[in-house]
Nanobody
Framework: QVQLIESGGGLVQAGGSLRLSCAAS????????MGWFRQTPGKEREFVAA????????YYAESVKGRFSISRDNAKNTAYLQMNSLKVEDTAVYYC??????????????????WGQGTQVTVSS
């Protein structure tokens, strides 16, 4: 089965940048849509960004649009989330997810079948 491992999180000042990586092991993700979600303690997990299996379609939460960029490298079985102009409110644990469904609703966490353990992103003022 598929295992996902996030990396690239850390502490950064507001206005700075980070790039998160999601490496997969097991079955190839070349035909799986990929998504990024985030969660703050005491709050529900929220959608951040998603990309179709071909990489031709992307989706972003309004709160990150224009600042974040999702991409993938199917040859490396890896997805990325480039985060620029970070804000304090971006602080959260970020999770990578993969969907094995043919036509998933990419903004919904219920449409994803595999999840990573998460990586902490902390943005200081």
């Amino acid at each position: 089965q598929v295992q996902l491992i996030e990396s690239g999180g850390g502490l950064v000042q507001a206005g700075g940048s980070l790039r998160l990586s999601c490496a997969a092991s097991g079955r190839t993700l070349s035909r799986s849509a990929m998504g990024w979600f985030r969660q703050t303690p005491g709050k529900e997990r929220e959608f951040v960004a998603a990309i179709s299996w071909s990489g031709g379609t992307t989706y972003y939460a309004e709160s990150v649009k224009g600042r974040f960029s999702i991409s993938r490298d199917n040859a490396k079985n890896t997805a990325y989330l480039q985060m620029n102009s970070l804000k304090v409110e971006d602080t959260a644990v970020y999770y990578c997810a993969a969907s094995g469904r043919l036509y998933p609703r990419l903004r919904s966490d219920g449409e994803y079948d595999y999840w990573g353990q998460g990586t902490q992103v902390t943005v200081s003022s």
